[in-house]
């Protein structure tokens, strides 16, 4: 059975850091691209970073460029979100997501439960 | 980046009815790269429909999708009460994959 369990999320500073981590089991998880997928109260999916199979491609959402730092280590099964110079927009509920394909670019067959990253003073 | 315009926002219906729901990309999403999504409250999505037409893993075939270019629909044959939820569709036939603003299925 396919698990995604994220971790790391709680209240967070403007202009602080946390770290999301996204452990997953049931699956060759190097096979297999990764991403994270966010949902602000009340409002719909957005898409914030995605890290293909090996770790070698990465890409994000405008909104989080420069600022989150997404990454895997796939001797550990577990995907990261460094994310820094928070800001009160980056406050939502953030998925892992695991695709279809090695691509990040794809559909999420596997979603986790999500962790609450709340930013504010 | 392609923007997908989900209508209408929200959609009253019974169980047992038939749902209708439509997803509008902004340009051609290639090679139907197309999935839909079902959200429940407090719940993490749930794949339904990816291709445009195929069914995920477990999905009951009361649920289905079509189109091409840029306008798909999902429907649900006939509503069931676990049906009422917030649905999504996703491109991800170009970078960034992109998100519609969700149909909320409610009953009437």
């Known amino acids: 059975e396919v698990q995604l369990l994220e971790s790391g999320g709680g209240l967070g500073q403007p202009g602080g850091s946390l770290r999301l981590s996204c452990a997953a089991s049931g699956f060759t998880f190097s096979y297999y691209a990764m991403s994270w997928v966010r949902q602000a109260p009340g409002k719909g999916l957005e898409w914030v970073s995605g890290i293909s199979s090996s770790g070698g491609s990465t890409n994000y959402a405008d909104s989080v460029k420069g600022r989150f730092t997404i990454s895997r280590d796939n001797s550990k099964n577990t995907l990261y979100l460094q994310m820094n110079s928070l800001r009160a927009e980056d406050t939502a509920v953030y998925y892992c997501?695991?695709?279809?394909?090695?691509?990040?670019?794809?559909?999420?067959?596997?979603w986790g439960q999500g962790t609450q990253v709340t930013v504010s003073s | 980046e392609i923007v997908l315009t989900q209508s209408p926002g929200t959609l009253s219906l019974s169980p047992g009815e038939r749902a209708t729901l439509s997803c509008r990309a902004s340009?051609?999403?290639?090679?139907?790269?197309l999935a839909w999504y079902q959200q429940k409250p407090g719940q993490a999505p749930r794949l339904l429909i990816y291709?445009?037409?195929s069914r995920a893993t477990g999905i009951p075939d009361r649920f289905s999708g079509s189109g091409s270019g840029t306008d798909f629909t999902l429907t649900i044959s006939r509503l069931e009460p676990e049906d009422f939820a917030v649905y999504y569709c996703q491109q991800y036939g170009s970078s960034p994959g992109t998100f519609g603003q969700g149909t909320k299925v409610e009953i009437k």
């Open positions: 997501g695991k695709a279809g394909s090695s691509w990040f670019v794809d559909y999420f067959d596997y």
């Open positions: 291709g445009a037409s």
């Open positions: 340009q051609s999403v290639t090679s139907t790269y």
